[in-house]
Nanobody, 126 residues
Framework: QVQLVESGGGLVQPGGSLRLSCATSGFTLDFYTIGWFRQVPGKEREGVSCISSSGGRLYDGDFVKGRFTISRDNAKNTVYLQMNSLKPEDTAIYYC???????????????????WGQGTQVTVSS
């Protein structure tokens, strides 16, 4: 049974940091691309970042650049999203998702991902 479980969300002040984790089970992470997405109520889910099975990374959107870092530890079946210099506009539910297949690069197209976690709430507020 494929499962993705996000954790690490919470309430943080502007300028603070959080590290989100995506713990996976039921499949071999080595052969999957993992993406991070976020969604605010009333808006479409948007891509944040992804990391391919080969380690290729994409940071999607100007809002991410220089602040977020994605990484993976296949031995621990976990993918991380380190988020620094958080802003109130980063407030959202963050989801991780898995896409099957070995790839050198990745994209954050929602429709291309096969499995999704339940999400973790990130709130940036003073």
């Amino acid at each position: 049974q494929v499962q993705l479980v996000e954790s690490g969300g919470g309430l943080v002040q502007p300028g603070g940091s959080l590290r989100l984790s995506c713990a996976t089970s039921g499949f071999t992470l080595d052969f999957y691309t993992i993406g991070w997405f976020r969604q605010v109520p009333g808006k479409e889910r948007e891509g944040v970042s992804c990391i391919s099975s080969s380690g290729g990374r994409l940071y999607d959107g100007d809002f991410v650049k220089g602040r977020f870092t994605i990484s993976r530890d296949n031995a621990k079946n976990t993918v991380y999203l380190q988020m620094n210099s958080l802003k109130p506009e980063d407030t959202a539910i963050y989801y991780c998702a898995a896409r099957a297949g070995r790839r050198y690069d990745c994209r954050t197209s929602v429709d291309e991902y096969d499995y999704w976690g339940q999400g973790t709430q990130v709130t940036v507020s003073s």
